[in-house]
């Protein structure tokens, strides 16, 4: 099991900036990648934000986030990071950290944490 504890969330305003935290612990760590997930409304699937492996530094983002958003790790700390910047009105969701079970896409979640941006 892997347990992911996500802080930062908040109210900002368009263009503005945040910085998302996430805990990792538990006993499985055969993930390949840790990352960020993000659902806009109940009943809307979660979507892929960004992830970094876990040998290295290799990052992948989705598309409406990059070059606005990064993921940063200290594996010392058992930390992933978000930092996102030039907000947007339709960046406003729940943001999961998450992991997968060693292959495939995100399995683990955390609870999630509210991100709004308002215009």
């Known amino acids: 099991q892997v347990q992911l504890v996500e802080s930062g969330g908040g109210v900002v305003q368009s263009g503005g900036s945040l910085n998302l935290s996430c805990a990792v612990s538990?006993?499985?760590?055969?993930?390949?990648?840790l990352g960020w997930a993000r659902q806009a409304a109940q009943g809307l699937p979660r979507l892929f934000v960004a992830?970094?492996?876990?040998?290295?530094?290799?990052?992948s983002y989705a598309s409406s986030v990059e070059g606005r958003f990064t993921i940063t790790k200290d594996d010392t700390k058992n930390m992933i990071w978000l930092q996102m910047t030039g907000l947007q009105t339709q960046d406003t969701a729940v943001y999961y950290c998450a992991a997968d079970r060693g292959w495939g896409s995100f399995y683990y979640y955390g609870r999630g944490t509210q991100v709004t941006v308002s215009s």
């Open positions: 538990g006993t499985f760590r055969g993930y390949n990648n």
């Open positions: 992830h970094i492996a876990r040998l290295g530094d290799q990052t």
